[in-house]
């Protein structure tokens, strides 16, 4: 456990800002590791600003060591964004609906890793209970509506996290780590994303998660009259979650690719 103030890690490009991070964990003692702010901006024209080469590289590398999925899969556990085109958006109540359709499918076809459910899906179809009976509650529906009508900031949240499911016993529950979502506004029409998980394993998770909250951060924009400024997750407990050694060729080769570390 670290005192440290926290590392703020800020760039214009998810990749770079990623490969940045983890290049800072690797040389960092894990038990003395602060919490780290990642932060990314620069949304061209709406788009997530990618470096291709840094994403494949990881990619691959998460293949090549049999993880099961990539990183637009982690992505999509947060938002499904292959459901979605915002040039030609369809009602946002037919991707819900597309989505929970496919949902028992996702779950058979990654039962490993969605055993506990995804991101999107406590998004759309939190579970809560409402006059003694199980009820199924829209968080961004009902963001969406607070916006459109008082736009109170204290409304504007959504959980992730649900203590009668997830304070369990166990030494590695695997979700969900991100605990909360929020959205903020500025005076010129923009919108920004922030997020907080309580840890948060680098080599697997990471980048997908911060392309998934990119591309929710989109779709809130666009349903709210907003465009998307910036996206800011806070991570407790940062880890690489592989030992370093089996991560040395990788933390090179990112290394060769960003030339002292910047974003």
């Known amino acids: 456990m670290s005192t440290r103030l926290p590392k703020i890690i800020a760039g214009d490009n998810v990749s770079r800002v990623w490969a940045e991070a983890f290049i800072f964990l690797m040389k960092e003692s894990e038990a003395k590791t602060p919490p780290l702010l990642v932060s990314v901006a620069g949304f061209e024209n709406g788009d997530v600003v990618e470096d291709a080469a840094i994403k494949t590289l990881l990619d691959a590398e998460l293949t090549q060591k049999e993880i099961g999925f990539d990183c637009n899969d982690v992505a999509f556990t947060i938002f499904p964004h ?3 085109n915002p040039k030609r958006p369809p ?4 991707l819900y609906s597309t989505y929970l359709r496919a949902y028992p499918r996702l779950l058979k076809r990654s039962a490993q890793n969605f055993r506990r459910g995804t991101y999107f899906q406590r998004l759309i179809a939190y579970d809560v209970i409402v006059r003694g009976k199980d009820a199924k ?16 900031h204290s409304g504007l949240q959504a959980s992730c996290f649900d203590a009668s499911k997830d304070h369990v016993p166990g030494p590695y ?9 929020s959205f903020d506004h500025d005076e010129q029409g923009g919108l920004s994303v922030n997020a907080f998980y309580a840890t948060q394993h680098f080599f697997v998770r990471a980048y997908g998660n911060y392309l998934g909250l990119c591309h929710l951060g989109q779709f809130m924009a666009h349903e709210m009259g907003l465009r998307l400024v910036r996206m800011n997750c806070f991570v407790g407990v940062p880890r690489i979650g592989r030992k370093k050694e ?12 960003i030339p002292h ?3």
């Not at 509650?137 to 109170?152: A, G, P």
């Open 82 to 84: 292959s459901y979605w």
């Open 91 to 94: 009602d946002r109540k037919s």
């Open 137 to 152: 509650v829209n968080q961004l529906e009902r963001i969406l509506d607070i916006w459109h009508t008082s736009k109170r």
């Open 173 to 181: 529950l695997g979700f969900p780590c991100l605990q909360q979502v």
């Open 246 to 257: 089996d991560m040395r060729s990788l933390e090179g080769k990112i290394q060769a690719m």
């Open 261 to 263: 570390g910047k974003p």
